[in-house]
């Protein structure tokens, strides 16, 4: 695997050490094109960065290095995590985004995204639940990399974790209202219980925290609202962990 050195001067002066990278956090770039991505990824105004951009043709650039801590999460919160920063690994997708064109990712974008993420896998012994999208750790701030980024295909090859119900069963319960008070609290039982922080109770990061979870995991609906087929994915992954 060929990485290209892109460094960029925007991380911790301070080194961490490698026992404290525990997760590894999912972007696209959301820019118009590469060039512009890379050039803020590196400049110091900007303040922002990550440990590795890899360009729709699977070409690799490392920004930070893995012992540095780059600017990426922003505040953040997954399981014990808070301010995810510390103990992650950023690795950007080049994408417009939602904003300018969100496009597919290609092939070759994804299968250098595989072999990076195994060889860290490998490395930092990280746990299949702790590989995320960064709207899964800041759902009130973002949305990437978003509904296109193929979690399923990739819990096939062991990256990240997917539930284990038929499509064809879970169909049935789409819109399926849900008992409003009981459901609804073993449902934030189980999003807990994969990684999701609820760290007050307000009904916008609710709604925005369901909309991440769909993103990720039930992309033909994503509308913020609770229904069974939510629960039983929930469920089902909680269970499976
Ligand atoms: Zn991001």
């Not at 729709?56 to 893995?66: A, E, F, M, N, T």
């Not at 597919?104 to 299968?111: T, V």
């Not at 990399?145 to 997917?162: R, T, V």
Request: net charge positive; aromatic share 12%.
């Amino acid at each position: 695997m060929k990485i290209n050195n892109y460094l960029s001067p925007n991380f911790h002066k301070r080194k961490r050490s490698v026992n404290s990278i525990k997760i590894i956090v999912i972007h696209y770039t959301g820019m118009q094109s590469e060039r512009e991505s890379l050039i803020k990824l590196c400049s110091p105004k900007s303040k922002v960065s990550s440990h590795f951009v890899i360009n729709k043709y699977g070409k690799i650039y490392r920004l930070v290095q893995d012992n540095k801590i780059a600017w990426h999460a922003g505040k953040s919160c997954w399981g014990k995590y808070k301010n995810l920063n510390n103990n992650s690994i950023g690795i950007e997708l080049v994408n417009k985004g939602h904003q300018f064109g969100y496009t597919s990712f290609r092939k070759k974008q994804l299968s250098s995204f595989i072999k990076i993420c195994k060889t860290l896998i490998k490395k930092y012994k990280i746990k299949r639940s702790n590989i995320v999208g960064h709207s899964d750790i800041a759902p009130s701030r973002k949305i990437d990399p978003g509904e296109k980024f193929p979690w399923k295909e990739l819990a096939n090859k062991k990256i990240g974790i997917w539930h284990r119900c038929k499509p064809n069963f879970l169909k049935k319960f789409r819109k399926i209202k849900i008992k409003k008070k009981q459901e609804k609290i073993e449902f934030v039982k189980n999003l807990n219980n994969i990684g999701y922080c609820f760290p007050t109770y307000n009904k916008s990061f609710f709604v925005k925290t369901v909309k991440a979870f769909q993103r990720h995991y039930r992309k033909e609906l994503i509308n913020g609202l609770v229904d069974k087929e939510c629960l039983i994915i929930a469920q089902n992954l909680s269970k499976n962990l």
